[in-house]
């Protein structure tokens, strides 16, 4: 190293050496106008002759200058000393992503981390126009806080942000050169031909699979054979989830056109794999109400898609309407998934939905009815949201999930080719245009006013017509112009509901209401009835239509549940076909993988016995009866005893009787005996409904979440041997199920927007949990009453770990990744025994095709 401690250059101070490269020396510096150390990185001497070399140290200080992201190593400073061009940098603690690597992969969740701090920092530079083209492990340094930075734009392009223009004397050098690091090249790369940000793409796909593998995609003894394999093989297959490797192998396309379309779309692929956002709050009254509609929503649904397939074609369709024709259903889709919004287009000619197939992330495709293999339109995690009256698709980009049918996302309009999208609105659920305006510019759009909490329709954008502290679905504006209809759903997260119309004054109408389910809406062709689909107590989602003066008449009802997403101009519907199914999955100890232990179609709240030989678990499936059943069996797959009505809350500590709440009027908690016996009804006292219960670890008592006539929801404790539920724990504190301790001196709770906090149970102030991840919340303790079990629900695959309490401490437990991810909306729920040996997990799968529909009256 050529500069010696105390060493001044500018106004930095040499400290000592850190490091030296094929390119420059870096040392620790002071700076002594701020007083900050720094990293200064200076071109040696023998290096400083090098027209190509400067070059490139000119390159990167351009480069990095232009940006501005915590993923991105900053440049503060650039200077000469003594002739020698240096760079000042922020100095950073840790080590390359390649030295990390030197000792294997690394775990699915830091890859998932790590990958997505990458495609962020990707993300800005190409926004600017810059494109890295040297990407690999050395280059990507992990700071000890966990932070990914992206070092050394040495060889780096920038110009358009798309790639295409270059650095004013670099083309010349570089036409036919090959450019980057053999290993991680592109293809176009290799041939020494021009590369844009894609090469980037290509170069981060290789990155990901070796932290998922601990090997190099492309490794070969020699140069020459690895840039073979880069352009002529794919990497050998890896044991990850399968819409991961899907997403990976998508960055490795050897075409560039075949990649995702930007390291920003890539971004929130990855998203779908990592943890999300949920409330964690515990149920109040309206989401006990809600979690009882979905759970009569998912119970209605499962008929297998092949009797819809069959039954349809054999005429067997129950259809009520007028005339006596048969409606004409012509399948448009054939792959395991499910399908999202959908729109004619091209004069009927053609149809755009957004699909997830086989749980890859959802994107949009184009199918026309003739010839039924549908093509790709679009990036990944974009949804269809409407199409214009141009003919182009208004689409949500960078859609996040959130319930039923909805996403959120940034509005946007792209050509139905597949062409680039151009961004309108951030933070849109639902959109469509006014098909009557010339200049196709009418928008309206339904979102959540920040400062209200709120959902809004606005039409145009900016004028509020609707507005309702439940959720507004499936916005469509008159052929007509002037109206607007949509589903109203005063429930948040719920699909009850009404069909509501409005005009531009801000009158509002309701056509029908006192469904059970909404879900689909689109306008006959002459505007003159409202279709839509919704389902009342105790049948299946069917079609309907009503007119403007509420007259409601059935177009189409199956015993599948059928959704409606369009109409054409010519009378044609476009419907989805939909099975549910909630499905136990256990990992039972001694037996081998995951086993199915559901009974019939929707089996859910499972709860091990401490020594995971038996299971109680709740039954909604439409033949278990109106208020469900309280079933119990082994987990060796012995046949299922149904212990009564109800659902399900838990197996007393000595496995002989089961706690089950009974939906009646009033709703009951009743004690259900597993062997000989007779049922037991609890003293209810004041307490007019019920939450979740959970039994005490000495098997007396139990703590329950209710309210009383008036007052908020809280916990109660009640005795067995008899008398009053008593309030237990401050109010505003609330019990979450199986997370009383061991000893039974403290319970997890929940209190509005806080943290999770552990409450004491005889009395005292409540301690926060800390160590906890956003997303996550307890699943129940260790044995020793040293840990919870901590995870994601709404995250598959569901990273589990174990929280010491006492410290935060978190240490790896179980990934839970189930073999066939296609349809999987979310897991939710678990039960995992305290010595960790045995867990049962609730999967539940939507799946469904789509169908054009001739015919219907």
Same mark, same amino acid.
């Given at each position: 190293?050529?500069?010696?401690?105390?060493?001044?250059?500018?106004?930095? %101070?040499?400290?000592?050496?850190?490091?030296?490269?094929?390119?420059?020396?870096?040392?620790?510096?002071?700076?002594?106008?701020?007083?900050?150390?720094?990293?200064?990185?200076?071109?040696?001497?023998?290096?400083?002759?090098?027209?190509?070399?400067?070059?490139? /140290?000119?390159?990167?200080?351009?480069?990095?200058?232009?940006?501005?992201?915590?993923?991105?190593?900053?440049?503060?400073?650039?200077?000469?000393?003594?002739?020698?061009?240096?760079?000042?940098?922020?100095?950073?603690?840790?080590?390359?992503?390649?030295?990390?690597?030197?000792?294997?992969?690394?775990?699915?969740?830091?890859?998932?981390?790590?990958?997505?701090?990458?495609?962020?920092?990707?993300?800005?530079?190409?926004?600017?126009?810059?494109?890295?083209?040297?990407?690999?492990?050395?280059?990507?340094?992990?700071?000890?806080?966990?932070?990914?930075?992206?070092?050394?734009?040495?060889?780096?392009?920038?110009?358009?942000?798309?790639?295409?223009?270059?650095?004013?004397?670099?083309?010349?050098?570089?036409?036919?050169?090959?450019?980057?690091?053999?290993?991680?090249?592109?293809?176009?790369?290799?041939?020494?031909?021009?590369?844009?940000?894609?090469?980037? *793409?290509?170069?981060?796909?290789?990155?990901?699979?070796?932290?998922?593998?601990?090997?190099?995609?492309?490794?070969?003894?020699?140069?020459?054979?690895?840039?073979?394999? *880069?352009?002529?093989?794919?990497?050998?297959?890896?044991?990850?989830?399968?819409?991961?490797?899907?997403?990976?192998?998508?960055?490795?396309?050897?075409?560039?056109?075949?990649?995702?379309?930007?390291?920003?779309?890539?971004? /929130?692929?990855?998203?779908?794999?990592?943890?999300?956002?949920?409330?964690?709050?515990?149920?109040?009254?309206?989401?006990?109400?809600?979690?009882?509609?979905?759970?009569?929503?998912?119970?209605?649904?499962?008929?297998?898609?092949?009797?819809?397939?069959?039954?349809?074609?054999?005429?067997?369709?129950?259809?009520?309407?007028?005339?006596?024709?048969?409606?004409?259903?012509?399948?448009?889709?054939?792959?395991?998934?499910?399908?999202?919004?959908?729109?004619?287009?091209?004069?009927?000619?053609?149809?755009?939905?957004?699909?997830?197939?086989?749980?890859?992330?959802?994107?949009?495709?184009?199918?026309?009815? %003739?010839?039924? %293999?549908?093509?790709?339109?679009?990036?990944?995690?974009?949804?269809?949201?409407?199409?214009?009256?141009?003919? %182009?698709?208004?689409?949500?980009?960078?859609?996040?999930?959130?319930?039923?049918?909805? $996403?959120?996302?940034?509005?946007?309009?792209?050509?139905?080719?597949?062409?680039?999208?151009?961004?309108?609105?951030?933070?849109?659920?639902?959109?469509?245009?006014?098909?009557?305006?010339?200049?196709?510019?009418?928008?309206?759009?339904?979102?959540?006013?920040?400062?209200?909490?709120?959902?809004?329709?606005?039409?145009?954008?900016?004028?509020?017509?609707?507005?309702?502290?439940?959720?507004?679905?499936?916005?469509?504006?008159?052929?007509?112009?002037?109206?607007?209809?949509?589903?109203?759903?005063?429930?948040?997260?719920?699909?009850?509901?009404?069909?509501?119309?409005?005009?531009?004054?801000?009158?509002?109408?309701?056509?029908?209401?006192?469904?059970?389910?909404?879900?689909?809406?689109?306008?006959?062709?002459?505007?003159?009835?409202?279709?839509?689909?919704?389902?009342?107590?105790?049948?299946?989602?069917?079609?309907?239509?009503?007119?403007?003066?509420?007259?409601?008449?059935?177009?189409?009802?199956? +015993?599948?549940?059928?959704?409606?997403?369009?109409?054409?101009?010519?009378?044609?519907?476009?419907?989805?076909?939909?099975?549910?199914?909630?499905?136990?999955?256990?990992?039972?100890?001694?037996?081998?993988?995951?086993?199915?232990?559901?009974?019939?179609?929707?089996?859910?709240?499972?709860?091990?016995?401490?020594?995971?030989?038996?299971?109680?678990?709740?039954?909604?499936?439409?033949?278990?009866?109106?208020?469900?059943?309280?079933?119990?069996?082994?987990?060796?797959?012995?046949?299922?005893?149904?212990?009564?009505?109800?659902?399900?809350?838990?197996?007393?500590?000595?496995?002989?009787?089961?706690?089950?709440?009974?939906?009646?009027? +009033?709703?009951?908690?009743?004690?259900?005996?597993?062997?000989?016996?007779?049922?037991?009804?609890?003293?209810?006292?004041?307490?007019?409904?019920?939450?979740?219960?959970? $039994?005490?670890?000495?098997?007396?008592?139990?703590?329950?979440?209710?309210?009383?006539?008036?007052?908020?929801?809280?916990?109660?404790?009640?005795?067995?041997?008899?008398?009053?539920?008593?309030?237990?724990?401050?109010?505003? /504190?609330?019990?979450?199920?199986?997370?009383?301790?061991?000893?039974?001196?403290?319970? @997890?709770?929940?209190?509005?927007?806080?943290?999770?906090?552990?409450? +004491?149970?005889?009395?005292?102030?409540?301690?926060?949990?800390?160590?906890?991840?956003?997303?996550?919340? +307890?699943?129940? $303790?260790?044995?020793?009453?040293?840990?919870?079990?901590?995870?994601?629900?709404?995250?598959?695959?569901?990273?589990?770990?174990?929280?010491?309490?006492?410290?935060?401490?978190?240490?790896?437990?179980?990934?839970?990744?189930?073999?066939?991810?296609?349809?999987?909306?979310? @897991?939710?729920?678990?039960? *995992?025994?305290?010595?960790?040996?045995?867990?049962?997990?609730?999967?539940?799968?939507?799946?469904?095709?789509?169908?054009?529909?001739?015919?219907?009256?």
């Amino acid at each position: 190293m050529g500069l010696a401690a105390g060493t001044r250059a500018g106004h930095y %101070e040499i400290l000592g050496p850190l490091g030296a490269g094929g390119m420059a020396e870096v040392y620790r510096a002071r700076d002594t106008r701020l007083g900050r150390e720094v990293a200064l990185k200076v071109l040696p001497p023998a290096f400083a002759a090098d027209s190509e070399r400067v070059l490139r /140290f000119q390159r990167e200080a351009r480069a990095v200058s232009l940006l501005n992201h915590p993923n991105i190593l900053a440049v503060y400073d650039v200077g000469a000393h003594h002739g020698l061009p240096y760079l000042v940098t922020e100095l950073l603690e840790g080590d390359t992503l390649s030295k990390r690597l030197a000792q294997g992969a690394l775990p699915l969740r830091k890859s998932l981390d790590y990958a997505q701090q990458v495609a962020r920092g990707l993300a800005a530079a190409h926004d600017k126009g810059v494109v890295h083209r040297d990407l690999k492990p050395e280059n990507l340094f992990v700071t000890r806080d966990g932070i990914v930075k992206i070092l050394d734009f040495g060889l780096a392009k920038y110009g358009s942000a798309s790639g295409g223009e270059a650095l004013a004397g670099e083309l010349a050098t570089e036409k036919g050169a090959t450019l980057g690091t053999v290993g991680y090249m592109s293809p176009e790369q290799v041939r020494g031909e021009p590369s844009d940000h894609r090469s980037d *793409i290509f170069s981060f796909g290789a990155i990901l699979y070796e932290m998922l593998s601990g090997q190099r995609a492309f490794d070969a003894p020699t140069g020459a054979e690895k840039m073979v394999k *880069i352009l002529k093989e794919d990497p050998p297959p890896l044991a990850v989830p399968p819409a991961l490797d899907q997403v990976m192998r998508h960055c490795l396309e050897k075409n560039p056109d075949d990649r995702f379309h930007s390291a920003r779309d890539l971004g /929130f692929a990855l998203q779908a794999f990592s943890t999300s956002e949920i409330s964690g709050s515990s149920p109040s009254r309206l989401t006990q109400l809600a979690a009882a509609r979905r759970s009569q929503w998912l119970q209605k649904s499962a008929i297998a898609l092949a009797f819809v397939a069959v039954g349809l074609a054999a005429g067997k369709l129950l259809w009520s309407g007028r005339g006596t024709a048969l409606p004409a259903f012509h399948q448009l889709t054939f792959r395991r998934g499910r399908v999202g919004a959908a729109r004619f287009v091209a004069a009927g000619q053609t149809v755009v939905y957004s699909a997830a197939w086989e749980g890859a992330p959802p994107q949009i495709f184009a199918v026309q009815p %003739e010839f039924p %293999e549908s093509r790709s339109t679009g990036d990944a995690m974009s949804v269809l949201a409407a199409v214009t009256p141009a003919g %182009e698709l208004g689409i949500l980009r960078n859609a996040r999930y959130l319930h039923h049918t909805e $996403w959120l996302g940034t509005l946007a309009t792209q050509p139905l080719d597949g062409g680039a999208p151009r961004d309108l609105l951030e933070g849109v659920e639902g959109a469509d245009w006014d098909p009557t305006a010339k200049t196709g510019q009418r928008v309206a759009v339904v979102r959540q006013d920040a400062s209200t909490g709120k959902m809004r329709l606005e039409f145009p954008v900016g004028k509020v017509l609707y507005e309702t502290a439940g959720w507004i679905s499936f916005p469509r504006v008159s052929p007509l112009g002037g109206l607007v209809a949509f589903l109203d759903h005063p429930v948040l997260n719920d699909s009850l509901g009404s069909v509501l119309v409005v005009d531009t004054a801000g009158n509002q109408k309701t056509l029908s209401s006192g469904w059970a389910a909404e879900a689909g809406l689109a306008w006959s062709p002459g505007g003159r009835e409202v279709v839509f689909s919704a389902t009342r107590a105790g049948s299946t989602l069917a079609v309907y239509a009503v007119n403007l003066q509420g007259g409601l008449r059935q177009l189409l009802g199956t +015993p599948d549940r059928l959704m409606v997403l369009d109409v054409s101009a010519d009378g044609r519907l476009l419907v989805t076909a939909e099975t549910t199914r909630s499905a136990l999955m256990a990992s039972i100890e001694g037996q081998v993988g995951e086993r199915d232990l559901s009974w019939l179609d929707h089996s859910f709240r499972p709860h091990l016995s401490a020594d995971g030989r038996w299971l109680l678990f709740t039954e909604g499936a439409t033949a278990a009866g109106p208020h469900y059943s309280v079933c119990l069996r082994k987990t060796d797959g012995s046949p299922v005893v149904r212990l009564g009505e109800g659902t399900a809350l838990g197996l007393s500590p000595d496995g002989k009787w089961a706690l089950a709440m009974v939906p009646s009027a +009033p709703a009951q908690l009743v004690l259900l005996p597993t062997g000989a016996g007779q049922p037991r009804t609890l003293d209810r006292g004041p307490v007019e409904s019920y939450g979740f219960g959970s $039994w005490m670890p000495d098997g007396k008592s139990i703590l329950f979440l209710g309210h009383e006539p008036g007052q908020p929801e809280r916990a109660y404790l009640q005795d067995l041997t008899g008398g009053k539920p008593r309030r237990a724990l401050p109010e505003g /504190f609330l019990p979450l199920p199986e997370t009383i301790s061991p000893d039974g001196s403290v319970v @997890a709770c929940r209190r509005e927007a806080a943290p999770y906090m552990l409450c +004491p149970l005889a009395g005292g102030a409540p301690r926060p949990l800390g160590g906890m991840e956003p997303g996550e919340m +307890p699943l129940g $303790w260790s044995a020793d009453g040293r840990f919870l079990y901590v995870g994601n629900l709404s995250h598959l695959p569901m990273d589990i770990c174990k929280l010491e309490v006492a410290t935060g401490r978190r240490l790896p437990w179980k990934l839970i990744r189930p073999a066939d991810s296609a349809g999987l909306v979310d @897991a939710s729920g678990i039960s *995992i025994t305290p010595d960790g040996r045995s867990y049962v997990c609730t999967y539940v799968r939507i799946l469904n095709q789509l169908f054009t529909v001739a015919g219907a009256p």
